[in-house]
């Protein structure tokens, strides 16, 4: 068959587009609310087709080019469980999930994979969705497949688990498996990051790479509401600075020949991870430009899927919708 088609929402920086780009797949669309990400798209991939509209807006009927693709994607705002979080914002983002669900009348892709949180999978917080989701899926002839992935098992240096929901076309579905690792061993944060913070001629990077022997927490990218860019809350902040890390901010800049690296000291004595690591530790690629001003790229790189996820995903996907379809017996009236 000729290329297969995409049509991805919430696209945000492109990770999860990038990976399922790899896999094989051109997208017709990408749809994203926030102008610094539908930036970073255009800037990277001239040729992409970006809107840049609210989902729950969004009307496939005046975007023709979206409808009749293989494939919907939506690397969605993660749902939050915290207590502390407002019910207004925790709302938002369920709306998403469920307008990335009914979309899927108007164009009626051959697939649906939706990204979120590992919960989304199989915490009991989460059935109501699942339900929602079953029931408007089943009837338009989709079977489905609720998993979770861990990015460190696809070659990303961090922890991050993501709840995956893939819906195929009945006919299509008996050709899928979710996607297994593609590593054995896990790419540590001191391996990753090492050739970096040796670049300007820091004389500790081999010391500090030789003790960042763990992935990464899971990445943060925060609420537009509140604060600037750090890596995470209270617990993530801790588990860097294990690693010699100061996770209170990112930094501006890699260290050079005169940062003395001594986390006895506290804070002052710790490295900082810059933005671009931050892409590195999220497995985006070296040449992709997240643009915007420094609290807006490092916001964009942490709510991505990472990109190698989206391509095992899409491997995955890929090779269900490349088989002969199973034939469609219909019940004798």
């Known amino acids: 068959m000729g290329d297969?088609?995409?049509?991805?929402?919430?696209a945000g920086a492109g990770g999860l587009a990038i990976?399922?780009?790899?896999?094989?797949?051109?997208?017709?669309?990408?749809?994203?609310?926030?102008?610094d990400a539908c930036r970073t798209l255009s800037t990277n991939r001239p040729d992409w087709n970006v809107l840049q509209a609210d989902l729950v807006d969004f009307d496939p009927s005046e975007h023709p080019e979206s409808q009749?693709?293989?494939?919907?994607?939506?690397?969605?705002?993660?749902v939050k469980s915290n207590a502390t979080i407002t019910r207004t914002e925790t709302g938002r983002e369920e709306q998403l999930l469920r307008a990335a669900v009914y979309l899927v009348h108007a164009i009626?892709?051959?697939?649906?994979?939706?990204?979120?949180?590992?919960?989304?999978?199989?915490?009991?917080k989460f059935q109501e969705f699942r339900d929602f989701a079953r029931a408007e899926l089943e009837h338009l002839g989709y079977e489905f497949s609720w998993f979770v992935l861990n990015a460190a098992d696809f070659g990303v240096p961090q922890d991050r688990k993501q709840g995956v929901l893939v819906a195929i076309q009945r006919q299509w579905f008996p050709g899928f498996h979710p996607p297994v690792p593609t590593v054995t061993e896990h790419v540590s944060?001191?391996?990753?990051?090492?050739?970096?913070?040796?670049?300007?001629?820091?004389?500790?990077?081999?010391?500090?790479?030789a003790q960042a022997t763990s992935v990464a927490p899971t990445l943060v990218g925060?609420?537009?509401n509140r604060g600037g860019a750090d890596l995470g809350p209270r617990g993530?902040?801790?588990k860097w600075e294990t690693m010699g890390v100061n996770a209170h901010s990112l930094g501006n800049e890699l260290p050079g020949p005169e940062f003395r690296w001594?986390?006895?000291?506290?804070?002052?004595?710790?490295?900082?991870?810059?933005?671009?690591?931050?892409?590195?530790?999220?497995?985006?690629?070296?040449?992709?430009?997240?643009?915007?001003?420094?609290?807006?790229?490092?916001?964009?790189?942490g709510h991505a899927s990472p990109p190698p996820v989206g391509e095992a995903l899409g491997l995955a996907i890929a090779e269900a919708l490349d088989r002969n379809p199973d034939p469609v017996i219909f019940a004798a009236g």
């Open 68 to 78: 009749d693709v293989d494939l919907l994607s939506a690397g969605l705002p993660r």
């Open 262 to 301: 001594d986390p006895e000291l506290g804070r002052d004595g710790m490295v900082q991870v810059t933005v671009d690591q931050a892409a590195v530790l999220q497995g985006f690629p070296d040449h992709w430009t997240v643009t915007g001003r420094k609290t807006p790229r490092y916001r964009q790189i």
């Open 222 to 224: 925060g609420s537009k």
């Open 108 to 124: 009626r892709p051959r697939a649906l994979l939706l990204e979120n949180v590992p919960g989304l999978a199989d915490s009991d």
């Open 19 to 35: 990976g399922l780009e790899r896999a094989g797949f051109t997208p017709r669309l990408l749809l994203d609310e926030d102008e």
């Open 4 to 10: 297969l088609t995409f049509v991805d929402v919430c």
């Open 189 to 209: 944060v001191g391996e990753a990051l090492g050739p970096s913070m040796r670049s300007l001629g820091w004389p500790d990077a081999d010391r500090w790479a």
């Open 236 to 238: 993530t902040k801790r």
